[in-house]
């Protein structure tokens, strides 16, 4: 399963930014599908991850409230809306997605991160 995030750039503090991941010619309706970013210097995290259908989320207390994973699974696509960003949201995010759903890196199937930017 080839992954693709877009929608990263350079936002200021406060500011809203909405990345999407696609899977290109995949079903994403047969898989959870999570985030997870890494800022410079620092070890991957966690964000957030939804269930096969949708209905399920979790997510990390540093963006719970201020971050919403949503998932169209008619249009292959999990966004990751992000709103009031903080310069420690700085990092490359990246999409995952696997047929179990966690909060773990253990995600079988990774894209290419796409690079979000808060300034202060």
């Known amino acids: 399963v080839q992954l693709q995030a877009c929608g990263g750039g350079l936002v200021q503090a406060g500011d809203s930014l909405r990345l999407s991941c696609v899977a290109p010619?995949?079903?994403?309706?047969?898989?959870?599908v999570a985030w997870f970013r890494q800022a410079p210097v620092k070890e991957r995290e966690f964000v957030a991850a939804?269930?096969?259908?949708?209905?399920?989320?979790v997510y990390a207390d540093s963006v719970k409230g201020r971050f919403f994973i949503s998932k169209d699974n008619a249009k292959n696509t999990v966004y990751l809306q992000m709103n009031s960003l903080k310069p420690e949201d700085t990092a490359v995010y990246y999409c995952a997605a696997d047929y179990s759903f966690s909060a773990s890196d253990d995600y079988q199937y990774w894209g290419r991160g796409t690079l979000v930017t808060v300034s202060s």
């Open positions: 939804v269930t096969r259908g949708g209905g399920g989320t």
């Open positions: 010619g995949r079903a994403f309706s047969s898989y959870a």
